[in-house]
């Protein structure tokens, strides 16, 4: 059975930081590439971080490059985001998804709220 579950999300202040986890189990993690989305209300899905299976190449989006990093570790089955310097615009329901590369296959998780607010 496939799961992918994120944790860490909560309430911080404008300038502090959150480091979420997203474990995953029922697949060989190894051999998936990681990102994460974010989706904030009345807005679209948004890739934040992404990572590949050997953590060889990382990708970020414009909006949270030199805040934000994305790590991996095959040997926890766990892909984690470190967020630092964070701003209102950053709260949003943030998803772990898990993707095969070369294919079509993804798997995502249920989501963790992320609440940038003072």
């Known amino acids: 059975q496939v799961q992918v579950v994120e944790s860490g999300g909560g309430l911080v202040q404008p300038g502090g930081s959150l480091r979420l986890s997203c474990t995953a189990s029922?697949?060989?993690?190894?051999?998936?590439?990681m990102s994460w989305y974010r989706q904030a209300p009345g807005k679209e899905r948004e890739l934040v971080a992404s990572?590949?299976?050997?953590?060889?190449?990382?990708h970020y989006a414009e909006s949270v490059k030199g805040r934000f990093t994305i790590s991996r570790d095959n040997a926890r089955n766990t892909v984690y985001l470190q967020m630092n310097s964070l701003k209102l615009e950053d709260t949003a329901v943030y998803f772990c998804?898990?993707?095969?590369?070369?294919?079509?296959?993804?798997?995502w998780g249920q989501g963790t709220q992320v609440t940038v607010s003072s």
């Open positions: 029922g697949f060989t993690f190894s051999s998936w590439a």
């Open positions: 990572i590949t299976t050997t953590a060889g190449r990382v």
């Open positions: 998804k898990a993707a095969l590369p070369a294919t079509s296959n993804s798997y």
